[in-house]
Nanobody
């Protein structure tokens, strides 16, 4: 599976940004799709995931209520709508896909099988 992320950029605090990730190489509909981010000097952290079986979504507490993940199986695309952005949201954002992500592992990067190249989001104060 190849993942191509796009949509990053420089915005001001309070602005919105929409990230997209398009998958290719195999069937998309039975992949769990997630977003992670990594700020300079910090470890990669979980942002959100959309599980394919049941369609449930899960978010990190730091983004809950501000970010929304959605997927379009017909377009093999998952999007991350980010609203009310804060300077602490500044990071490289990665989309990730996994074949077997159980609830207890949704926030653990090593359980995801495929990764995109990352897109930089910078939020100025």
């Amino acid at each position: 599976v190849q993942l191509q992320a796009s949509g990053g950029g420089l915005v001001q605090a309070g602005d919105s940004l929409r990230l997209s990730c398009t998958a290719s190489g195999r069937s998309f509909s039975n992949l769990h799709m997630g977003w992670f981010r990594q700020a300079p000097g910090k470890e990669r952290e979980f942002v959100a995931v959309f599980r394919w079986n049941g369609g449930r979504t899960y978010y990190a507490d730091s983004v809950k209520g501000r970010f929304a993940i959605a997927r379009d199986n017909a377009k093999n695309t998952v999007v991350l709508q980010m609203n009310s952005l804060k300077p602490e949201d500044t990071a490289v954002y990665y989309c990730a896909a996994g074949d077997r992500i159980i609830l207890s592992t949704i926030a653990i990067p090593r359980h995801y099988d495929y990764w995109g190249q990352g897109t930089l989001v910078t939020v100025s104060s």
